[in-house]
């Protein structure tokens, strides 16, 4: 239970293992989002322990494949890619961490796919791969599907070639059949990537679903019906289940009053960008402005952690530890995080409320967003951390899904807004 004051929350320290049931299912029309590797997911069957390490390792390659400098990634004619190179994230299993069920084909084939705002292409496995042999989890067979077709282009055209910085990749064509997001919801002739080939790092998923911004995205493609507006809510544990809403059902749930603006880059047509201002903890406020007047803010679901640019993560570590001066100090939970406390034999501990100050409106963090907890013990770390000094992105901020648990986040594309409220998700 968390009790909270002007400046602090004061949270009842449970002990915290990993659940076998799903609890705090979340009501509503829509997808469900669950965790890749909790008991709500679709993939429960194929669970595998959390091993945080390697969740920050695969995160940092997410966030080194970012390469939000780089030229605009848009398709041939609008249309079609021809060996896209796209920032989206494999790995396993921490990568990917969060994932939504759709059908694919007729008869409809349910696939579970990860969840990514920063990937333009919606691709899934096929079962015309060549050499997946061991293939995991279900697939789509194009054959099978009565509404299925080939897209009316030349061989080169219809081609993609996914390879990420940590490594994994997807190559394949591209292909149309009827996507069914909802039994309401159902899109004749949409065009997403049939792989032919892949690497290991995607596990059980069926690939991935695209909701970046472009000309071939899901977004784009389904907006007629949902005039380029959705809303999430991240669950704030593995055993509890979120939500995917679209057009009307977003607005209607999850839009409010704490607006910013939505930032549309013409280099980096993926990516949702925003103004963030300062980072409140407890009553001291860091100013981002003037700390890094170049500074510039994405919001990216398919990072874990939040990484700010490292002279602002040092100030706002320092107030975070002046505020725990009085619990003991753990060794740091590397390779990301390094301010770390052993809350054992602590019933209520106090943290500081953290409050992201964004142009026209401040989003004050669930708990569960200002430290990461391990499962196995009291152990908790502050769930920020900072860009490598020598990254030529060192100025950026990367809002990590683990600082919107709780959160509805509505994208409203058309009227280039961002909404922040209370979620809906169990917690």
């Known amino acids: ?32 989002l669950t965790h890749r590797q909790g008991p709500c997911s679709p993939l429960a069957a194929n669970r595998q322990s959390r091993d945080s390490r390697l969740i920050f390792l695969q995160d ?26 796209l920032p989206i ?15 694919l084909g007729t008869p409809k084939v349910d696939l579970p796919l990860i969840f990514d705002t920063g990937s333009d292409i919606t691709w899934a496995k096929c079962k015309t791969c060549h050499g997946c042999s061991d293939q995991q989890g279900p697939s789509f067979e194009p054959s099978e599907s009565t509404t299925f077709s080939n897209l009316p282009c030349n061989s ?45 790092d995607f596990g059980a998923t069926a690939g991935v679903l695209g909701l970046g911004q472009g000309d071939n995205t899901l977004i784009s493609r389904i907006e007629s019906e949902f005039s380029n507006i959705f809303c999430y809510c991240i669950p704030g544990s593995e055993s509890s289940s979120g939500y995917l809403l679209f057009g009307l059902k977003a607005l209607s749930t999850c839009q409010t009053n704490k607006i910013t603006p939505l930032i549309i880059d013409q280099d980096n047509p993926s990516y949702y960008f925003v103004n963030l201002l300062g980072i409140a903890v407890g009553n001291q406020t860091v100013s981002l402005s003037s700390e890094s007047p170049t500074l510039r803010t994405v919001i990216d679901s398919g990072t874990t952690i939040t990484r700010l640019p490292p002279s602002i993560y040092k100030a706002v570590r320092a107030e975070f530890v002046e505020y725990m001066s009085t619990y003991r100090v753990a060794k740091p939970l590397l390779p990301l995080l390094d301010t770390c ?9 106090k943290l500081p409320k953290m409050i992201l100050q964004f142009e026209n409106t401040d989003v004050t963090l669930d708990p569960s967003a200002v430290v990461w907890r ?13 860009n490598s000094p020598k990254s030529k992105m060192q100025d950026l901020v990367i809002i990590g899904n683990a600082q919107l648990r709780n959160q509805n986040v509505l994208y409203n594309i058309q009227d280039k807004e961002f909404h922040f409220g209370k ?4 917690n």
């Open 1 to 32: 239970m968390n009790h909270e004051e002007h400046d602090k929350y004061v949270v009842e320290m449970k002990p915290l293992t990993a659940s076998t049931t799903c609890k705090g299912q979340a009501k509503g029309h829509g997808l469900t």
């Open 60 to 85: 940092q390659s997410r966030v080194d494949s970012m390469n939000i400098q780089g030229p605009s990634r848009a398709l041939p004619n609008g249309d079609y890619g021809e060996h896209a190179q």
């Open 89 to 103: 994230q494999g790995g396993s299993p921490g990568t990917g961490e969060f994932v939504v069920t759709v059908g």
């Open 156 to 200: 080169s055209e219809c081609t993609y070639s996914i390879h990420y910085a940590d490594g994994s990749r997807s190559d394949g064509y591209y292909v149309q059949d009827l996507l069914t997001l909802t039994p309401e919801y159902q899109f004749q002739s949409f065009i997403f990537g049939c792989s032919q080939s892949y690497s290991d």
């Open 341 to 349: 406390y052993d809350l054992r034999g602590q019933e209520n501990v």
């Open 374 to 386: 391990e499962n196995d013990d009291a152990q908790v770390c502050l769930a920020f951390a900072p």
């Open 423 to 426: 979620g809906g998700c169990g």
